[in-house]
């Protein structure tokens, strides 16, 4: 029943690009295609007979050289050009089909990668990269191959059968026609058994397969980490084990491979031998000629290339149907947006308010509890407060990754869960703790922030960010190459490279999300100064481990264990001598290392 209901997925997902709407010139290659398919079995079942009467028209020569001899050889050249025209129409079919088939996997591929980042950060949370990446090409991968082997192989292959059987039963009488029907018939049952039977090792080298994949992509991606605690030899053992076991699934597959391909050739040569032996009493009997002794043995190989093609075809698809469960495993997945075609109205102002919010990660453990809190336009406003007391969800929340368990959040008195996540995102402007940037230029990381911006408005957003002499004065300038995750920039440059690209983008809010809390103090004092000059008089809402980030808010709100416990300007909270005055003497008091 899975396997059906995978087909039927299958089948559903396929249609629409076997006959694309409104895609006029790709339905016309459909029917070319299928043209040339046509043209190309009919002269290839013509060949035999041909061939047969090219024999027979031998005996004729023992007469010497006379007019019959231009038989033979007239039977011969359209045997060739029989041949060829085959050949010829085979391969047009493939070329005029490839444009239908590519342009089918690239809207898949796309479908499949905007499909990924409608999900929930909870699934990407979870994912694993590696992995991940495998389902999409085996899965395409498999697409392409079902595209162009059903339509133009099992199918016409079936058809085949059933015309070369009727032409034995017509020329050669019935018992030929049941001689090739039974061994057909033995020969696909015994296919469909194997193949059902080896699925299982299929499925085995799959799942070692995306294991060596994610181990592998995550240890490079982990690279310093594992140069850190020497922990080299621990990350090769790892990959070891399940190259082992992708090994032994393999060398399995391969076995399996091996008995089915003998299986096939004792049957069809069975089959063969017997219609031979056959006909050679029939020949003697007069009942046949030598030509057609031929034409049988022409039409069962003929029969039995792509008989055997079809054996794989089938294990083919079979393998391709189990390399596209982990495919529509992530298409089974709900994008978490439900709300794309409201959009935030449009307002020179923008604000901010959190009403009664409460959220959990998991049922046991509240996270966020009943706050409320307000960022008015044009203001700034600093949530602080201890690890683990809710700061970055509310980062979340905002950002709509998460939905609140119960209350509501509104922007511009909008709530959030009933806009479209493009329209909420685009006037938020983020500069994150953990500045990770794109394996590319400067250049292309700064334009990240508007694609359509001019290199002007580049430079000027690097200047803003105080950056712009830094990377002028790099070999490369805007054109250096930031490594994997901006690896090759400190942290200080990473947050500017962060702070141009919010700027570029112009947003209504500003959103600082523990923006210098890994730096040394001297660069968090310049990196405080570049985001209180971008901020003024901007709707600003800062999340801050370190309070002198917040000490200028025009609100600071204190949470601890999910709740807001205090809130008022930075004077206010240190004459309640609570805990923000006591974070505050802590921080103060600290030893400069």
């Known amino acids: 029943m899975k396997e059906q209901s995978i087909l039927k997925k299958t089948i559903t997902l396929l249609a629409p690009f ?3 709407k409104n895609k006029f010139s790709l339905k016309i290659r459909v029917i070319l295609a299928i043209l040339c398919l046509v043209l190309s079995k009919a002269t290839n079942l013509i060949t035999p007979p041909i061939l047969g009467r090219a024999v027979d028209s031998l005996t004729e020569l023992s007469q010497g050289l006379n007019m019959y001899t231009l038989v033979p050889l007239s039977l011969i050249v359209a045997y060739g050009l029989a041949r060829v025209a085959t050949k010829l129409f ?14 089918a996997i690239r809207q898949l591929t796309l479908n499949t990668f905007k499909h990924l980042h409608s999900l929930s950060l909870q699934f990407h949370l979870n994912r694993k990269t590696g992995a991940l990446s495998k389902f999409i090409d085996r899965g395409t991968k ?30 050669y009488g019935l018992k030929y026609a049941v001689v090739t029907v039974v061994t057909i018939s033995i020969y696909v049952v015994l296919t469909f058994m194997i193949t059902q039977w080896r699925l299982k090792f299929r499925r085995r080298m799959n799942e070692s397969d995306n294991m060596v994949s994610s181990k592998l992509v995550d ?56 219609m031979l032996g056959m006909s050679v009493f029939d020949i003697k009997e007069g009942i046949i000629s030598i030509g057609g002794f ?46 794309q075609d409201i959009n935030l109205n449009k307002s020179e102002n923008a604000s901010i308010r959190f009403d009664n919010v409460s959220f959990d990660y998991d049922v046991r ?8 809190f307000e960022v008015p336009d044009g203001k700034k406003v600093a949530i602080v407060g201890p690890t683990g007391a809710g700061k970055s969800t509310i980062s979340r929340l905002l950002f709509r ?28 402007g983020v500069v994150p703790q953990d500045t990770v940037l794109f394996n590319e230029t400067i250049y292309y990381n700064i334009l990240y922030g508007d694609p359509l911006a001019s290199k002007e408005e580049i430079h000027a957003a690097a200047r803003s960010a105080d950056i712009h002499d830094f990377i002028q004065e790099l070999p490369d300038g805007y054109n250096t190459l930031v490594g994997e995750r901006g690896l090759k920039l400190s942290g200080g440059e990473k947050q500017r490279v962060a702070i141009a690209r919010a700027i570029l983008k112009k947003p209504s809010i500003f959103f600082f999300d523990e923006a210098t809390s890994a730096l040394d103090s001297t660069t968090e004092k310049e990196i405080q100064k570049n985001l209180e000059l971008i901020s003024k008089n901007k709707t600003t809402l800062v999340i801050a481990h370190r309070l002198s980030t917040a000490a200028d808010a025009h609100n600071i709100i204190v949470l601890d264990q999910g709740r807001i416990i205090e809130q008022g300007n930075h004077l206010e909270l240190l004459e309640l001598k609570g805990k923000y005055a006591e974070m505050w003497n802590k921080q103060k008091l600290k030893p400069l290392l």
């Open 18 to 20: 076997l006959w694309p």
């Open 90 to 103: 085979g391969e047009l079919r493939n070329a005029v089909f490839s444009k239908v088939s590519q342009h």
């Open 142 to 171: 498999g697409i392409d191959f079902l595209m162009n082997y059903v339509l133009f192989n099992v199918i016409p292959t079936l058809i085949e059968i059933v015309f070369v059987a009727g032409i034995l039963l017509t020329l």
């Open 219 to 274: 240890s490079l991606l982990n690279y310093e980490t594992v140069k850190y605690f020497n922990n080299e030899e621990h990350e090769f053992n790892r990959l070891n084990d399940s190259l082992k076991e992708y090994e032994v699934a393999a060398v399995e597959n391969e076995f399996s491979l091996s008995y089915l391909n003998i299986a096939q050739t004792l049957i069809i040569m069975t089959g063969i031998t017997l």
């Open 294 to 339: 031929v034409v049988i043995n022409a039409y069962m190989f003929q029969l039995y290339q792509p008989l055997n093609f079809f054996g794989t075809v089938y294990r083919s698809i079979r393998q391709s149907l189990t390399d596209m469960e982990n495919l529509f495993s992530l298409w089974g997945e709900k994008p978490y947006e439900n709300n």
């Open 365 to 372: 453990r509240t996270i966020i509890k009943d706050i409320s």
């Open 401 to 428: 990754f998460y939905n609140p368990k119960s209350g509501s959040i509104y922007v511009n008195d909008q709530n959030i869960k009933d806009i479209s996540q493009q329209s909420l995102r685009k006037i938020i």
